[in-house]
């Protein structure tokens, strides 16, 4: 883990894939209410053993053809028992014990090859891989095996999500404020079968087209059948038919929603010492990103002032069962499980699988300063590949 793990970019896509084959037209469930404002006075220490089954330390191999060089991290995957990780070097496949097993795709011009990943994800229950770039998808299974590639929607996208390894779904900025459309969906031949109207509408100075994103945020994913939408400057989490936009979620922010006078695009296109105080009122402003599991919806968070390095993420859990919101004391769960080391996840790699990324170094640091680590990465090196910390959650 590096902090700060908050960055500004210009276009970002995250692949994520429905772990059903079945897509379900309707989902009658009533939404859920997450009272988020009401746990930030709701402070409490979690311990690893409340709320997990396991964790596991994994060092990732080094060897000429395994170098971890700038990981996507948001886009790790944990399927048929292999970690698959995009970096620099090409799709990196390790066992559960972080032995190397092989490259799954590189750079090239060939079949299978990709001109740079902006994304992978997989569809855990079809056992398949999503390998995206800024034009292509192409589909892989978790042995490394090239099934096919076609092209997809361009523009100003946020993620794109393959659904029955048929259709595809395309999150949209609405960069200007006034874009028609959120959702595309669209098959392999890219006819648009359904646009999902966007009903968000705002103002930016001088008819301004500003793009931005958070690393660690998902417009799109999957929880069991049904794929999920959320766009951040709303509260509400929807579930996607081939039909419509169902609530799922609410997210009860009060006082923490950012007002739309504030947002991004609108203190971008101001520019200079305006910008700067935006930004800075901004900070007042709370924006959770949502990973979902059977019991536990854990809500990773920062300020709206995404330029600002020095705010480090916090950590919100809301538990279905008792339907209590909770703010983790200290941004982190604490680990009584294996060592000590604080858990902070930065992403879910599979149902009710969690992740946190450390480069070798930060680790190596930590040890100095008392942190108690697990035995099979006590003798890490500087140089050394990083290491994946995965949480197996409790399901019920």
């Avoid at 908050?6 to 276009?11: A, C, K, Q, R």
Wanted: with cysteine; hydrophobic share 35%; net charge negative.
């Amino acid at each position: 883990m590096t902090y700060p793990k908050s960055l500004i970019g210009l276009v970002a896509c995250v692949l994520l894939t429905a772990c059903s084959s079945n897509q379900p037209e309707t989902n009658t469930s009533p939404y859920t209410v997450i009272p988020f404002e009401k746990g930030m006075e709701n402070i409490q220490e979690i311990k690893l053993s409340d709320i997990a089954e396991k964790i596991s330390f994994i060092p990732l191999e080094m060897t000429d053809a395994s170098l971890v060089a700038s990981p996507k991290i948001m886009s790790i995957v944990y399927i048929d028992e292999k970690i698959m990780i995009p970096c620099t070097e090409g799709i990196l496949a390790f066992d559960e014990s972080g032995k190397f097993i092989k490259v799954i795709s590189r750079k090239g011009q060939g079949p299978g090859e990709y001109v740079f990943v902006r994304c992978l994800s997989a569809n855990e229950e079809l056992g398949l891989l999503y390998l995206q770039d800024h034009i292509k998808m192409r589909t892989f299974k978790p042995d490394g095996t090239f099934i096919r590639e076609y092209r997809i929607p361009t523009g100003p996208t946020f993620e794109t999500m393959v659904v029955d390894d048929s259709l595809t779904f395309t999150a949209y900025m609405n960069s200007t404020g006034k874009r028609p459309f959120r959702l595309l969906m669209t098959n392999h031949q890219q006819d648009t079968l359904k646009a999902f109207p966007q009903y968000d509408r705002f103002e930016i100075p001088n008819g301004g087209n500003w793009l931005y994103f958070n690393q660690k945020e998902d417009y799109l994913y999957s929880y069991k059948q049904e794929v999920v939408y959320r766009d951040y400057n709303t509260d509400t989490i929807y579930t996607v038919t081939r039909d419509s936009l169902l609530p799922r979620y609410l997210l009860d922010m009060g006082k923490y929603h950012l007002p739309k006078d504030l947002r991004l695009e609108v203190a971008y296109a101001k520019g200079g010492s305006e910008m700067d105080a935006m930004l800075k009122e901004a900070e007042n402003y709370l924006r959770p990103t949502i990973l979902e599991n059977d019991r536990y919806i854990v809500m990773p968070y920062t300020t709206w002032n995404l330029t600002n390095r020095d705010l480090l993420p916090e950590l919100m859990i809301y538990d279905r069962k008792s339907k209590e919101c909770i703010k983790v004391k200290d941004g982190a769960f604490v680990n009584d499980m294996m060592g000590n080391l604080p858990f902070q996840p930065d992403v879910r790699v599979a149902e009710n699988v969690l992740a946190e990324w450390w480069e070798a170094p930060e680790l190596i640091e930590l040890a100095e300063k008392g942190v108690k680590l697990p035995d099979n990465v006590k003798d890490l090196k500087d140089d050394d590949n990083g290491v994946l910390v995965l949480v197996y959650l409790k399901k019920k």
